[in-house]
């Protein structure tokens, strides 16, 4: 299986963007996603920054794809997706219809923000062009399995592996709200929650995470103790990544995925890295939040 590098899903600064893909650049990964997925006011990186780190990371080996918006709302974020879409290099991955509509037959990936649930989607994706396609973070395991059943006209399959789960996607922004400033005037608050609001229940648990636009789960999501039962379903493993500790997260999926260590192994000495519980109820075909402890190999 393949490793990779999902699109920053938050709003970070400048100099921390540059340091984070210089470093990705010698991480095991096979395939960097890049580009706003989330919020088009987000423009510290503008499209002419991420075709230049495109370039970069292409020139150090890896599958360079450029993710395009999850919500469409205006002209200009067309105008943004066109440019992606047409760049003549690099594939897109399409979170959205439009994005499909403007590969105009090249190929590209069809993003988790695609609901792809049932045979018939993934042969009209793979008809338009896609190559591989991202399973929905709330699949079962089972699911995609039975979907795998059917014939996938050769696409390849990419699972959610590791991160804050991205759930839904809403016009307002829930970031400007919480300091009561309006959208449009958000004052880019987003850049003092490098990995989102942690929203919790009345009793305290943590239970969403506000990411402006995008509500995420509160509970990072992790597979890497399941990798034996990924076996046969997925060409390519997502890591989303995070504030701290990214680097380390790739090389313990890689020594799982190479053998020097048992998923079990590379999952006990994952949990301390990470900033919430771990959640894995999804792929269980139970409630998200929940998380299931597999036994140590």
């Not at 020139?59 to 709302?73: C, F, M, N």
């Not at 919790?200 to 509970?219: D, I, W, Y």
Request: proline content about 6%; overall charge negative.
């Amino acid at each position: 299986m393949k490793l990779s590098l999902g699109p920053i899903l938050y709003y970070w600064p400048r100099e921390k963007l540059l340091d984070f893909y210089a470093q990705a650049a010698s991480w095991p990964v096979d395939i960097v996603y890049l580009g706003e997925t989330v919020c088009s006011r987000r423009h510290i990186f503008r499209t002419d920054d991420w075709l230049k780190t495109a370039e970069m990371l292409a020139d150090s080996g890896k599958e360079v794809v450029l993710s395009t918006q999850a919500l469409i709302e205006s002209e200009s974020d067309l105008k943004t997706l066109r440019r992606l879409a047409s760049n003549g290099k690099f594939s897109i991955e399409a979170n959205d219809m439009a994005a499909v509509s403007l590969a105009g037959g090249r190929p590209f990936v069809a993003g988790p923000h695609i609901n792809t649930y049932n045979p018939y989607t993934l042969s009209i994706l793979a008809e338009a062009g896609a190559t591989r396609w991202v399973m929905p973070v709330e699949m079962s395991r089972q699911a995609l399995a039975d979907l795998l059943a059917h014939d996938t006209c050769g696409m390849e399959t990419e699972i959610f592996a590791h991160g804050r789960l991205p759930l839904a996607f809403s016009a307002r922004c829930f970031t400007a709200r919480r300091h009561n400033l309006p959208k449009d005037n958000c004052q880019f608050r987003c850049l003092e929650a490098p990995y989102g609001l942690t929203l919790k229940t009345r009793e305290g648990q943590p239970f969403l995470a506000l990411n402006g636009t995008q509500t995420q789960s509160a509970s990072v999501y992790n597979l890497l103790a399941e990798l034996e039962s990924m076996t046969g379903l997925a060409d390519v493993l997502r890591i989303s990544p995070q504030p701290e500790h990214t680097g380390n997260v790739v090389s313990l999926f890689r020594t799982a995925l190479d053998g020097t260590a048992t998923p079990g192994q590379a999952a006990q000495e994952l949990a301390p890295l990470l900033p919430e519980a771990l959640c894995n109820g999804y792929w269980h075909g139970r409630a998200g939040i929940d998380y299931s402890t597999p036994p140590v190999n």
